[in-house]
């Protein structure tokens, strides 16, 4: 397990009241502060052919990993980096294995299949994947982020909204939108003490919850249970 990177995410799923709770409690119950202006977070996460990410994700397996593209910014707007994420989940201790891709260093052509393509090579052969990775999701969305001086993260995701990645060049791509806000809570394992003290007066519980597999289930059909 990669120490440095390991932490515990906690989900909350919240509609308008419950989001106007976790706002408040935030902001009176808590030291955290915005780390930096609200911004657009875009993924492109991958499979295999028999969608066994998302087969793990829905059985529950202890341990567990999911891959995604990430970039920030318009969606539309071609980035200077996409970092490819590999997410382990061990029990309830997450990591993740990071690689920075110079978008330039890839297929320049406008065709998101072409770019993926590129994209997914370079992978392969600088990370040893061993495994077949396929686009299988889009996702954007706007997300704020708080932090304290102690390492406790809280960030805001609203406006989801997913999409077939294939069609990521498309001007009209027909977005599929998700209602509501995510709100995640994010610690390193050695502040485990201090951040349950600091998260114990959150007026709602937590849920178990995957942008892949609600995605997966408004673009593909996929059950999610």
Not at 154 to 172: A, G, H, M
Not at 184 to 200: D, G, H, L, R, T
Request: hydrophobic fraction near 35%.
């Amino acid at each position: 397990m990669n120490n440095e990177t390991a932490r515990y995410e906690i989900k909350y799923i919240l509609d308008e009241r419950s989001y106007a709770f976790c706002r408040n409690w935030l902001y009176s119950k808590t030291i955290l502060k915005k780390k930096h202006p609200q911004r657009t977070v875009n993924s492109i996460y991958c499979d295999n052919i028999s969608y066994d990410s998302a087969a793990d994700n829905i059985i529950g397996l202890p341990y567990r990993s999911k891959y995604r593209f990430r970039w920030y910014g318009g969606l539309m707007d071609k980035p200077n980096c996409v970092t490819f994420e590999k997410k382990i989940k061990n029990n309830r201790v997450n990591t993740k294995n990071s690689l920075k891709l110079n978008v330039f260093n890839l297929d320049q052509n406008k065709n998101s299949s072409s770019f993926l393509d590129s994209a997914i090579k370079e992978v392969e052969y600088k990370m040893n994947q061993g495994k077949l990775l396929i686009p299988s999701l889009g996702v954007t969305y706007e997300r704020d982020y708080f932090e304290d001086l102690n390492g406790l993260r809280v960030t805001f995701d609203r406006n989801i909204k997913f999409f077939p990645p294939k069609k990521l060049i498309k001007p009209d791509i027909n977005f599929v939108s998700h209602k509501g806000y995510i709100m995640e809570v994010k610690f390193p394992i050695k502040i485990k003490n201090y951040a349950q003290k600091a998260i114990k007066d959150i007026p709602i519980s937590p849920s178990r919850h995957s942008k892949y597999l609600m995605g997966l289930s408004k673009i593909d059909g996929l059950l999610y249970i």
